[in-house]
T-cell receptor, first 115, second 114 residues
Framework: NAGVMQNPRHLVRRRGQEARLRCSPM?????VYWYRQLPEEGLKFMVY????????ESGMPKERFSAEFPKEGPSILRIQQVVRGDSAAYFC?????????????FGQGTRLTVV | GQQVMQIPQYQHVQEGEDFTTYCNSS?????IQWYKQRPGGHPVFLIQ?????EVKKQKRLTFQFGEAKKNSSLHITATQTTDVGTYFC??????????????FGKGTLLTVNP
């Protein structure tokens, strides 16, 4: 049973480009959470999704950021027109139930660098 | 808004020494969680504390939740090189809450000299 898979592991984008981050949850997990980690900071919650539904996006910036978790395929975090401040590690976690992070496993993260 | 402060920011110890990191919240918490993140790695859930004054142990790790549910500590006895990493606390304010909308501290980076 593979763990939570995130790709790419490292992503470099120029200012103004789009970044697409993918997260495949563990088999049998239908709950996905996205977090952002700035250098030397803790995680900050962005969005919580179930299959085809956004449950809570209260941590997501209002502009340029969007997330989806389609019926088939991975969850996608999309950042349009990236700026230098978007440089961070983006982690997703998946859980089988609504137990939140206490029952979740994190992926290895995507390190986004905006140049 | 809610703030979670963690001290120290960095701690370097000799292998075999003890280590403690402290976490303080500006507001009363319903629960607190602790995570470990190895350098370049991803967070790994360690434990959740819910009750006032609660103490939990995992081998050489001892976790405490303060009586007022505003502070917590993680103590490692006789550190080993495998303990290297950043230890984060994360608090949740709302009782019966989500367990995912947590406020994370900035973490304590522990390095161990063999």
């Amino acid at each position: 049973n593979a763990g939570v898979m995130q790709n790419p592991r490292h992503l470099v984008r120029r200012r103004g480009q789009e970044a697409r981050l993918r997260c495949s949850p563990m088999k049998g997990h239908s709950h996905v959470y996205w977090y952002r980690q700035l250098p030397e900071e803790g995680l900050k919650f962005m969005v919580y999704l179930q299959k085809e539904n956004i449950i809570d996006e209260s941590g997501m910036p209002k502009e340029r950021f969007s997330a989806e978790f389609p019926k088939e395929g991975p969850s996608i975090l999309r950042i349009q027109q990236v700026v230098r401040g978007d440089s961070a590690a983006y982690f997703c976690a998946s859980s089988p139930l609504t137990g939140g992070l206490t029952e979740a496993f994190f992926g290895q993260g995507t390190r986004l660098t905006v140049v | 808004g809610q703030q979670v402060m963690q001290i120290p920011q960095y701690q370097h110890v000799q292998e075999g020494e003890d280590f403690t990191t402290y976490c303080n919240s500006s507001t009363t918490l319903s629960n607190i969680q602790w995570y470990k993140q190895r350098p370049g790695g991803h967070p790994v859930f360690l434990i959740q504390l819910v009750k006032s004054g609660e103490v939990k142990k995992q081998k050489r790790l001892t976790f405490q939740f303060g009586e007022a549910k505003k502070n917590s500590s993680l103590h490692i006895t006789a550190t080993q090189t495998t303990d290297v990493g950043t230890y984060f606390c994360a608090g949740e304010r709302d009782s019966g809450g989500s367990n995912y909308k947590l406020t994370f501290g900035k973490g304590t980076l522990l390095t161990v000299n063999p």
